[in-house]
């Protein structure tokens, strides 16, 4: 798919060359392409080169639209960030199924752009697909814009220090829940930093059947419909919590088989999936997705994964005790926290899934040791154009090519 990209990119510069025009061929200027022609052409280019694609001209800036419109439209992108365990330097990247390439986010090497480089304080943490964080005794970080480019630095961390909490953002609210130490402070501590008055409140503490899961290690975290979701990986126990009323509701039963060992959940295609684990961890049978019918919480199937994707998933491992999901949209990717060097890919169509897959051309032996974080976001070719023009023009990206 990577070559077939590039031989599109130079399919792509000879179009744009006939389309400007050449004086010496006069049925070149009185016929240029236009229309389907040009729009099955740009459905192929990469989503990041069609910014400026759609600089050449009005019916090139038309045509791009229209191909992102009726022909092959955006996908939410798979992001995969890898930041030394040293320094916390990182670099991100990553894959677009619209196009099927991997590329890389290089960010400004100066600071006179209208956005500075990222300053990472602390190690990059994402409790849900969305959403990325940074979290010391001393500082308080995080971004949910669709490349990561900009953060909200908080005025100071919450009150109680964590290690390991759950951290969700809901609306114009981050709640962070759990991962203090059980010593000092009440492991099921909640703190609410609210993104318009920049202050931090507290409510009423996690349920104390949680206590002993009360961390984003053993918790799986949804967020939808104003709600956060926590999921008790080894049991599939859930509750919600509604930071606009500080109340918790629950238990929801969400093992909806009896066979599932480990169980995870997202937001996709206007339901709460439901992800799990069948067999047990040193012997993974199978994997299958159900998504969660509003009020009654009930657990219908929507798919199995194929025997050969199973394979991939576990890769070489020889014990895989959970699953991790990241989902946007109709997309959900999943992929074994122990070997991240396979991603799952599922889009759900008309309430089915759509298996396949995506060798994590991060993953290596390089990577093999540093702190890698996967995430999700829907990127389109607006959050590209705004991307540059808030980084001066320096945004860039980088075509990737694995082996």
Known sequence: MVLMAKKQMRKLEQVRILVKGQEEEEEVEEAPIYGDILEAVLSHVPLTDLVAASQVSRNWNKAVYSSLRHVNSAKPWLI???????????????????SAVWVQLLQPTT????????????????????FLYMLSPSQFAFSSD????TWHHARAPPLIWRTDPIVALVGDRVVVAG???????????????DVRTRAWDTCESMP???????ASTSMSIAVHGGEMYVTEKCSGLTYSFDPESKAWRGPYDLRPDQGVFSTAVGFADGNLIVVGLLGNSESVKGVKMWK???????????GEMPKELVEKFIRESSCVPSVAVVAVGSFVFLHNPTDPGEVIQCEI??????????RNAVANDGTRMQRMVIGCSHVDIGDLQKAMAMQGGNLRFAAKTFV
């Open 146 to 149: 669709p490349l990561r480019l």
């Open 179 to 193: 991962g203090a130490c059980d010593y000092e402070d009440d492991p099921l501590a909640v703190e609410i930093y």
């Open 292 to 302: 969660v019918r509003g009020e009654s919480m009930e657990c219908k199937e929507i």
């Open 80 to 98: 995969v960030h890898v930041q030394s365990t040293r320094c916390h330097a990182a670099t991100s990247h990553a894959y677009d199924p619209r």
């Open 208 to 214: 104390a059947i949680l206590k002993d899961s009360a």
């Open 111 to 130: 600071t006179t752009t209208a956005a500075a480089t990222i300053k990472y304080v602390s190690a990059l943490r994402s409790s849900h697909s969305t």
């Open 349 to 358: 169509v008309d309430g089915e899934c759509r298996w396949g897959s995506v």
